[in-house]
T-cell receptor
């Protein structure tokens, strides 16, 4: 079974600064997807960014970008120009493209944004 | 844009009672997933359906059952409720066989007392 590890239970960043959240995963598959989801205090699960394993280019969505290192099985999220609204729990998630399509989540990183 | 609709949003039940949670996927989405998120936990996959057939099964207790109907909405039935079933239950939907991201509903918060 695939495992997703987020080694930072909590992170803090000042407004307008940049922060990087770490995620590593373990899999023997070559075809899969990786996601970052944001869960604010409302508890809504919001997709931040996705990465297909077969794509070498790192995904980018406005202020959010990833550093995908397939050989190292690492998938970190960089948030630039942090805003107060970025404060939330961030979950890294893995989904196989071969056997079942359910998301396998990490334990999450709680991001605090300070003025 | 239409989103995944879950009802009810909040539910309070007593131990040993039964609860039914409903999920209405985004139009033209034929795949539905159910997740359970306990307090301070990450979401855990319970079960999924594709074209009204069960497609994958996770850590769903035997006391729970689910199905997807002809209009693609799904229901999660939970019987003999236990205190430990108190959690946020998410439904998510996606189009096709799952090669695209799933979109989550706002969740149903179940409290068992």
């Amino acid at each position: 079974a695939q495992t997703v590890t987020q080694s930072q239970p909590e992170m803090s960043v000042q407004e307008a600064e940049t922060v990087t959240l770490s995620c590593t995963y373990d899999t023997s598959e070559s075809d899969y997807y990786l996601f970052w989801y944001k869960q604010p205090p409302s508890r809504q699960m919001i997709l931040v960014i996705r990465q297909e394993a077969y794509k070498q280019q790192n995904a980018t969505e406005n202020r959010f970008s990833v550093n995908f290192q397939k050989a190292a099985k690492s998938f970190s999220l960089k948030i630039s120009d942090s805003q107060l609204g970025d404060a939330a729990m961030y979950f890294c998630a893995y989904r196989s493209a071969v056997t079942g399509y359910a998301l396998n989540f990490g334990k999450g990183t709680s991001l605090l944004v300070t003025p | 844009a239409a989103g995944v609709i879950q009802s009810p949003r909040h539910l309070i039940k007593e131990k040993r009672e039964t609860a039914t949670l409903k999920c209405y996927p985004i139009p033209r989405h034929d795949t539905v997933y159910w997740y359970q998120q306990g307090p301070g936990q990450d979401p855990q996959f319970l079960i999924s359906f594709y074209e009204k057939m069960q497609s994958d099964k996770g850590s769903i207790p035997d006391r729970f059952s689910a199905q997807q109907f002809s209009d693609y909405h799904s229901e999660l039935n939970m019987s003999s409720l236990e205190l430990g079933d108190s959690a946020l239950y998410f439904c998510a939907s996606s189009p096709g066989s799952g090669r695209t991201e799933a979109f989550f509903g706002q969740g149903t918060r179940l409290t068992v007392v």
